[in-house]
Nanobody, 115 residues
Framework: QVQVVESGGGLVQPGGSLRLSCAAS????????MGWYRQAVGKQRELVAA???????NYADSVKGRFTISRDNAKNTVYLQMNSLKPEDTAVYYC?????????WGQGTQVTVSS
């Protein structure tokens, strides 16, 4: 059984920073892909950033230059460093992982950017 668990959300003022973590655990042979998605109230879930096993990254245009995704392969963990946060970044952030042919979602972590 594979589990994907996010952590690190919270309330932050505009211009502030947060670091999200997502750890995959269980019976894992290989993690092919890990990505962060977000869903704001009344909106569809959207890709924020992703990283594949070779290290290539992909970012939504709205977060380029502000967010950085990184990965610790030994720990099957992916991080999302979020800087210069804006109120429009407020959403539930979900981690998605492609592991050994299966796809897994975490339960989500709330990020609220407000003064």
């Amino acid at each position: 059984q594979v589990q994907v668990v996010e952590s690190g959300g919270g309330l932050v003022q505009p211009g502030g920073s947060l670091r999200l973590s997502c750890a995959a655990s269980g019976s894992i042979f290989r993690v092919h892909y890990m990505g962060w998605y977000r869903q704001a109230v009344g909106k569809q879930r959207e890709l924020v950033a992703a990283i594949i096993s070779g290290g290539r990254t992909n970012y939504a245009d709205s977060v380029k230059g502000r967010f950085t995704i990184s990965r610790d392969n030994a720990k099957n963990t992916v991080y999302l460093q979020m800087n210069s946060l804006k109120p429009e970044d407020t959403a539930v952030y979900y981690c998605n992982a492609a592991i050994d042919g299966g796809g897994y979602w975490g339960q989500g972590t709330q990020v609220t950017v407000s003064s």
